[in-house]
């Protein structure tokens, strides 16, 4: 009998253990996409970021720039669709982007067609790209990845 609960405590204590770890990870994600037009009027960006296992708008009027840190409302967006894909983006964050040294790719923007942006932490560090809204000029490894970018933006700007 004292096996038997033995196993039991066992089983519990080690479920338990995986849940903190499964909501230590869920909250320390953090994954910034977005698309821009650097000549358009009204709001030429849209941004969306998850952190702590939320999804975000931005809160940009016009433009913003790369250089600038972007603004994110204090309000969680109830999209639950689009909260899946975005940690679904994050979970299959592309290793080509993690390992190259690259952060630009095609020409983003050149003939006003945007320009997608992705940051997110790896090992401590904000790594940032920008990714061209052509997505044949992207790298062939990221292609696929960019494409649910785009698809997302576009779902929840509606």
Request: proline content about 3%.
């Amino acid at each position: 009998m004292k096996r038997y609960l033995l196993i039991i405590f066992t089983l519990l204590f080690i479920t338990s253990c995986g849940s903190d770890n499964l909501n230590k990870s869920e909250s320390d994600e953090f994954l910034i996409i977005g698309l821009t037009y650097g000549f358009c009027g009204g709001d030429c960006s849209t941004l969306f970021k998850l952190e702590g296992g939320k999804l975000y708008a931005d809160t940009e009027d016009k433009r913003w720039s790369p250089e600038d840190d972007p603004r994110f409302s204090d309000n969680a967006l109830d999209e639950i669709s689009g909260l899946e894909e975005m940690m679904s983006l994050y979970s299959s964050f592309p290793d080509y982007l993690e390992e190259t040294d690259e952060n630009r790719f095609g020409c983003p923007d050149c003939g006003d067609w945007g320009a997608l942006h992705v940051f997110k932490e790896i090992d401590g560090e904000m790594r940032y790209w920008t990714l061209d809204n052509m997505l044949e000029s992207n790298p062939k490894e990221i292609q696929a990845w960019t494409k649910r970018i785009q698809d997302l933006i576009f779902d929840l700007s509606q």
